[in-house]
C-alpha cells in the first residue's frame, strides 16, 4: 500500500489523505477540483524539473507532498517566506524521463507530436533510452577537441616564431664572431675606412630589412585587429538585452496562449464526445422508430428524428472544424516556442563568444605596442647611424679601428639580448615543440574517442530502435487495432494498415492516441523503472476493452497505477472494490 497526503498543492487547498493499493486505483472528482495537481505532485517525487514555485499554491505559504512507499517516507515540503520559496526534498528518484514515463495527459510531448501527425521520434526514444547523454558526451568531446585544436595551432605560430628568433640570434652570433677574426685581421692591414663602410652598410640594410618587417607585421596585426572589432560590433547588435527581454516575452505569452489552447481544445473534444453520443442514441431511436424521448420520457413524433439528427449533425460538424483549427493553432504555437527557445540559446552563445574575442583583442593590442616600440627603436637607431655617417667629410672623424669594432659588438650584444628576452616571453622550440608533440597526441585520442562516441550513439539508437518497434507491434496487436507500426533507420515512425502504408494524421485520434501511449509502455518496459503510472482519462477515446488490456499490460510493469476521471464525487475507486470516498485528514 502506498499512503499519499497533500495539501496546498496546484488546486489542493484542503488536505487529501489517501491510501492507494497496488494495482489499479481510480481517482475522481469534479473538473477543477484538483486531479491534475494530484498527478502533479506525485509525478513531482520523481523528478526535480518539477520545481516548488510551479507546486505551491499561490494563496499559500505553506504545503507539502509526503508518500510513504515500501515502508519509506519520501516528501517535498514546501515554505514561502518574505517571497522567497524553500523547500526539504526526499525524492524517490530524480529522472526527468518521469515527466514523459510516468503521467500520460494531454500535455504529454510525444502524444502532443503523433496527435500533429509529426513522424520524427528520433529525440523520444534517444531521450528515454538515455542515449543522449552519449550524444551530450561526444558534444563534449568534440568542444573540448576543438579547443586543444586552437591552442595547438596558437603553440605552433609560437614554434614558428622562436625558430625565426633563434635563427636572427645565431645569425647575430656568428656575425659577431667573424667581427671578432675582422678585428684581428684589420688589426694587422690597418683598413680602418673599409671597416666602418662595411660595418654602415650591413648595419643600415639590417635595419631596413628589420623595419620593413615590423611595419609588415604591424600592418597584419592592426587588419586583424580591425577586423576583430568589427566582428564583436555585429555580435554585440545581436544580443541587445531589449532584444532578449522581447524574445523572453514572446517565449512568455506563447506559453500563455498554449495553456489556453490546450484547454479549449481540450473542452472542444469533449463537447464532440458528447455530440456522437446523443447523435448514435437519436439514430438508434430513429431506426427504432421510437416515440418517447430517452432522455426526458416525452412523447416524441418519430417523423422529428431525422430533424434533430440533422441539426446535431451540424453542430458536430462545426465543433469538428472548430477542434481542427485549434490543433492547428497548438502545433504554430508549439513550433513558435521551439525557435524563440532556441534563439535564446543561440543568444548565450554569441554573449560567450563576444567574451572571447574580447580577450583576443586585448592580446593583439598588447602585441601591436610591442611591435611598435621595436619599430620605434629600429628607426631611433637607423637615425643616429645616418646621421653619424651622412656629415660632410670635413667634419666626419673616422674612428680607430677599435672603437668602430667595439661599438658594432655593443650593438649586435644588445640585439641578442632584445631577442633573447622575446625568445623567452615565446618559450624555447623544443620546450614548444614537445607541448606541440603532446597536444598532437591528446588531438589524435580526443578523434579517436568522439569517432567511437558517434558509432556507439548510432549503434544504441539503432538497437532500441529494433525494440521499440518489436514490443510496439505486439501490443498493436494485442489491443486488436489493425495497424503496424514501424520505426525507420532515419528513426521515423511509420504506420501501415494491410501492408498501406497510413499518414498518421489521417488515423483515428483513437488510434494515434493509443499508438503514443503504446511507445509510452514500451520505453517503460525496456528501460524505465517507474513505481507507478498515472493516466488522465479524460482525454482517451478508445473503448473500455482496449483500456483494460493496456491496464493490465501496466500491472507487470509498474506496481500502482493511477487512472483520474471527471465525476460528480471525489472518491478513490480501487479495482475489484469498493468505491471509498476521500475526505480531508
Request: net charge neutral; charged share 35%.
Amino acid at each position: 500500500m502506498m499512503r499519499v497526503r497533500i495539501r496546498n498543492i496546484g488546486g489542493i487547498t484542503t488536505p487529501l489523505d489517501v491510501d492507494l493499493t497496488k494495482g489499479v486505483n481510480v481517482y475522481t472528482a469534479p473538473n477543477a477540483y484538483g486531479k491534475s495537481s494530484l498527478s502533479k505532485a506525485l509525478v513531482s517525487l520523481l523528478t526535480s524539473e518539477i520545481t516548488a514555485e510551479d507546486l505551491l499554491n499561490v494563496f499559500s505559504d505553506t504545503g507539502y507532498i509526503e508518500v510513504k512507499y515500501n515502508n519509506k517516507e519520501y516528501y517535498r515540503r514546501i515554505v514561502r517566506s518574505k517571497g522567497k520559496i524553500s523547500e526539504n526534498i526526499n525524492l524517490i528518484m530524480d529522472d526527468k524521463r518521469a515527466l514523459m514515463l510516468s503521467f500520460f495527459s494531454p500535455e504529454n510531448k510525444l502524444l502532443n507530436q503523433i496527435l500533429g501527425g509529426q513522424e520524427q521520434i528520433e529525440w523520444f526514444i534517444s531521450t528515454t533510452s538515455e542515449i543522449e547523454k552519449i550524444k551530450q558526451l561526444k558534444l563534449n568531446v568534440d568542444q573540448k577537441l576543438k579547443l586543444i585544436r586552437e591552442e595547438n595551432e596558437e603553440l605552433r605560430n609560437k614554434y614558428k616564431d622562436a625558430v625565426t628568433i633563434q635563427a636572427e640570434i645565431k645569425t647575430i652570433e656568428n656575425e659577431i664572431e667573424m667581427i671578432k677574426k675582422e678585428n684581428e685581421s684589420d688589426r694587422l692591414i690597418n683598413s680602418t675606412t673599409q671597416t666602418i663602410s662595411v660595418t654602415r652598410q650591413n648595419k643600415l640594410l639590417e635595419l631596413n630589412s628589420k623595419i620593413e618587417q615590423k611595419k609588415k607585421e604591424l600592418s597584419d596585426l592592426q587588419n586583424k585587429h580591425m577586423k576583430l572589432e568589427l566582428e564583436i560590433q555585429q555580435k554585440e547588435s545581436m544580443i541587445k538585452p531589449e532584444i532578449k527581454k522581447i524574445f523572453e516575452d514572446q517565449l512568455n505569452q506563447i506559453v500563455q496562449d498554449l495553456q489556453r489552447k490546450t484547454g479549449l481544445r481540450n473542452e472542444t473534444e469533449i463537447g464532440i464526445r458528447v455530440l456522437e453520443r446523443v447523435l448514435d442514441e437519436i439514430k438508434e431511436a430513429e431506426k427504432e422508430h421510437l416515440s418517447t424521448c430517452y432522455v426526458c420520457g416525452s412523447h416524441v413524433d418519430p417523423e422529428n428524428w431525422r430533424t434533430r439528427i440533422d441539426i446535431i449533425s451540424n453542430e458536430l460538424r462545426l465543433r469538428m472544424n472548430s477542434l481542427e483549427g485549434v490543433k492547428r493553432e497548438i502545433d504554430e504555437l508549439n513550433g513558435k516556442r521551439d525557435e524563440i527557445t532556441r534563439k535564446l540559446a543561440e543568444f548565450e552563445g554569441v554573449r560567450n563568444e563576444i567574451e572571447r574575442l574580447r580577450s583576443k583583442k586585448q592580446e593583439l593590442i598588447a602585441r601591436m605596442e610591442m611591435v611598435k616600440d621595436q619599430i620605434g627603436e629600429l628607426e631611433r637607431q637607423k637615425r643616429e647611424m645616418e646621421d653619424r655617417f651622412n656629415k660632410s667629410s670635413e667634419v666626419i672623424r673616422v674612428m680607430g679601428q677599435e672603437d668602430a669594432v667595439s661599438k658594432r659588438l655593443n650593438e649586435l650584444l644588445n640585439k641578442k639580448s632584445q631577442l633573447e628576452y622575446e625568445l623567452a616571453s615565446l618559450g624555447i622550440p623544443t620546450s614548444t615543440l614537445n607541448r606541440i608533440k603532446e597536444k598532437e597526441k591528446e588531438i589524435e585520442e580526443l578523434e579517436a574517442q568522439s569517432e567511437q562516441l558517434q558509432k556507439e550513439y548510432i549503434t544504441r539508437l539503432s538497437r532500441a530502435r529494433e525494440e521499440f518497434t518489436k514490443i510496439a507491434n505486439y501490443l498493436m496487436k494485442e489491443l486488436e487495432f489493425n495497424l503496424e507500426a514501424e520505426i525507420t533507420p532515419d528513426f521515423s515512425l511509420v504506420v501501415r494498415r494491410n501492408g498501406t502504408l497510413m499518414d498518421l494524421r489521417k488515423l483515428s485520434s483513437s488510434e494515434r492516441t493509443s499508438l503514443a501511449l503504446v511507445l509510452v509502455i514500451t520505453a517503460i518496459k525496456a528501460y524505465f523503472k517507474t513505481p507507478f503510472f498515472i493516466v488522465d482519462e479524460s482525454f482517451m477515446t478508445f473503448d473500455q476493452k482496449r483500456f483494460q488490456k493496456l491496464v493490465d499490460y501496466l500491472k507487470d510493469l509498474t506496481d500502482y497505477i493511477i487512472i483520474t476521471r471527471s465525476d460528480e464525487n471525489v472518491a478513490l475507486v480501487k479495482q475489484d472494490r469498493e468505491e471509498s470516498q476521500v475526505t480531508p485528514a
